[in-house]
């Protein structure tokens, strides 16, 4: 029997197999038993993960619990204190920040900096509505996060992180984010609070609960009832510990044998499982307290609209547009980014004046109005001031003084973070505290400007709770799909040319009554802006029927027709070399070098020829 090592003791004509079933395996990333402290207390406890070629995964967890710091972890960009992470060779990854800083002239400039074609570069950037040509430092938030998206699609990684992608796009976006995604040949491991984006993308889900990584071998749609049986047993299994420990107190301090002897080892076992109850109290996570008071009750009408139009310089938003809100109404405005979904939240509620028409407000009102920008808080200002203006210790909560502290608490905010400037705070962080000035107040109108923004999912579920209860009147701005249907009585819809629609029901309603309102908004359509003939012609072709492979898909079949011969020499070479038996004897990190060198070209030559395939099939179609 011939031997390839003595860690792969097969014959020549099973070793191949060998190897092949072995590369299925091989993950592009994976970390083994990682430990981090965050100062004295862990954060990461013997975390155990990996990432697969091709492998769609999202990495759930409440906030704090460290999803974005083991994510920068897996990236190389911090250590752990212990453990061990292991990257496949060659492996390239791209990574979307929470908040990405697009540098350089224009957006092509910055795509294109890490080495990406330009006309990848240029295809990516109109797949997520972006002219190439945009200045970087004309940017919205969406707009920038939109270019981060297209920056690391464009690069071409094995593995891509993604840090709550969905974060200030709109919906159109999001779904091409979607289809990227379900096209994309790499892995991705995403951080997202949005349910249904998780539930069409995910394939995994890894659970970061309790300072330790769970896997579950399936999408998202079932993540919630495996977690809340895993909640449910652990609860079950802290009440039997409490149980258990009633019983030993009782029998070490009652029995004759306990009063009479030491009896150190009761003692020390009982001393054991006050600790571990001691521990697996501390690790439950904190509760969020969020209440809301309707105050009085305000007039039967809200607001009503009269054949409103408003415009900006040459864009019009809204022309010759009615509508009334009456009191208890739930009313979700949607629409793309720039449609004017912010504009009619300010005219409903009287803060702007429109060009045409006339609005009328309900009486009694008492609005209370979350902006998406944060723009009411001052990023040098503290905590603590930004919740009590007068600078005391007491804050008014709906009618009732309460400590500063003791109400920043509801929210989550450690007694430390109280004199830390606001601009100091994470995303999730600042949304919470406008939250907190935002119910702090008596209100009937409750407007809420992009509120799910960073807010992990149990977050999200006490706030739907607490807006499904809530007897006032609420205006909902939101790209969230799922959010807006289990909440929204009614759907206004935007689309920025100055048409809007109104109908009962959330999303999925609207969509199913106006099938054909956001069709000239194909989240593929380009820029508005004048660019260059052949980038004009490859964004007319996501408006229109294709008739042949696209420039990008044409170019990637020419590139891989050169490559998988390429690949296919290198493995031949590589399992030449290892055909020496005493390879490993004479020089073992050479023989490692190549065993990776091999998985890597065997993983490349497996992925080229599923690609080439698909792009063949695809090719053959369209009839070109």
């Known amino acids: 029997m011939c031997a390839l090592s003595y860690i792969y003791p ?31 207390n862990p ?10 070629p091709r492998v769609r995964a999202c990495l759930v967890g409440r906030n704090g619990a460290g999803k974005s710091t083991l994510m920068r972890l897996m990236a190389g960009l911090i250590e752990a204190d212990s453990g061990e992470r292991v990257v496949m060779q060659g492996m390239r990854y791209a990574y979307v920040l929470q908040e990405p800083h697009p540098v350089g002239d224009t957006v092509l400039d910055w795509v294109t900096s890490d080495g990406a074609e330009h006309y990848t570069a240029e295809a990516e950037l109109y797949t997520f509505g972006l002219d190439p040509a945009t200045k970087c430092a004309s940017l919205s938030g969406g707009e920038k996060r939109r270019a981060a998206l297209a920056k690391a699609f464009a690069e071409d990684p094995d593995l891509i992180f993604l840090d709550e992608p969905t974060n200030h796009l709109d919906i159109f976006a999001i779904e091409a984010l979607e289809d990227q995604l379900r096209q994309f040949k790499g892995a991705a491991l995403i951080v997202s609070h949005d349910r249904t984006f998780l539930e069409r993308v ?51 301090y009652r029995s004759i044998t306990a009063r009479r002897t030491r009896n150190e080892g009761r003692a020390a076992r009982l001393q054991a499982m006050r600790a571990e109850k001691m521990e697996r109290t501390k690790a439950l996570p904190r509760q969020l307290e969020m209440s809301i008071d309707s105050g009085g009750t305000s007039g039967k009408l809200v607001a009503e609209l009269k054949n409103i139009s408003k415009g900006f310089g040459d864009k019009e938003l809204l022309k010759g547009f009615s509508t009334r809100i009456l ?7 949607v ?81 430390n973070q109280l004199r830390q400037p606001v601009k100091s705070l994470s995303g999730g962080e600042r949304n919470r505290l406008q939250l907190a000035r935002a119910l702090a107040s008596a209100t009937n109108l409750l407007v809420l400007d992009e509120p799910t923004n960073d807010l992990d999912m149990d977050t999200l579920d006490l706030l739907e709770e607490m807006l499904a209860d809530y007897d006032g ?50 989240h593929k359509a380009p820029a508005t802006k004048t660019v260059a003939k052949s980038a ?21 079949l020419e590139d891989l027709d050169k490559l998988m011969p390429q690949w296919q020499a290198e493995i031949k070479k590589l399992e030449a070399a290892l055909n020496d038996p005493n390879l490993y004897a004479k020089d073992p990190k050479r023989f490692e070098a ?20 698909e792009l063949e099939e695809k090719k053959e179609a369209l009839g070109s």
């Not at 070793?15 to 430990?35: C, F, S, T, W």
């Not at 629409?335 to 009486?363: C, F, H, M, Y």
């Not at 190549?594 to 065997?602: G, V």
Request: charged share 30%; with cysteine.
């Open 10 to 40: 097969l014959c020549k004509e099973h070793r191949n197999g060998y190897i092949r079933q072995m590369n299925a395996r091989a993950p592009l990333l994976a970390l083994k038993d990682v430990r981090l402290m965050d100062g004295l």
């Open 43 to 52: 954060l990461f406890d013997g975390v155990d993960l990996a990432l697969e």
């Open 202 to 252: 995910t394939q995994r889900c890894y659970w970061l609960h309790d300072r330790r990584i769970m896997r579950l071998d399936s999408g998202y749609a079932s993540f919630e009832p495996w977690s809340e049986k895993i909640m449910e047993e652990q609860a079950e299994s802290l009440r039997r510990l409490e149980k258990a420990i009633e019983r030993e107190t009782y029998t070490f």
């Open 327 to 333: 009191r208890g109404d739930r009313l979700a405005i």
């Open 335 to 415: 629409g793309p980014n720039g449609a004017g979904k912010s504009t009619l939240v300010k005219l409903l509620i009287g803060q702007i004046t429109p060009d045409e028409g006339e609005i009328r407000l309900g009486t009694a009102l008492e609005v209370a109005y979350l902006d998406q920008g944060r723009d009411t808080l001052k990023g040098d200002e503290t905590l603590w001031d930004a919740l009590a203006n007068s600078g005391s210790d007491q804050i008014m909560v709906q009618g009732q003084p309460r400590h500063v502290a003791a109400y920043a608490k509801d929210f989550l905010f450690r007694e």
């Open 473 to 522: 009147t609420l205006i909902l701005v939101s790209h969230d799909r799922d959010f807006i249907d289990r909440l929204a009585t009614s759907t206004l819809a935007l689309n920025g040319k100055g048409k809007a629609v109104e109908t009962p029901g959330g999303w999925q309603d609207f969509l199913r009554q106006n099938p054909d309102f956001f069709e000239q908004l194909s």
């Open 536 to 556: 004009t012609t490859a964004a007319s072709a996501t408006r229109m029927p294709a008739k042949k492979l696209s420039y990008k898909d044409q170019k990637r």
């Open 594 to 613: 190549t065993m990776k060198a091999l998985e890597k070209a065997r993983v490349d030559l497996e992925n080229g020829e599923m690609e080439w395939l």
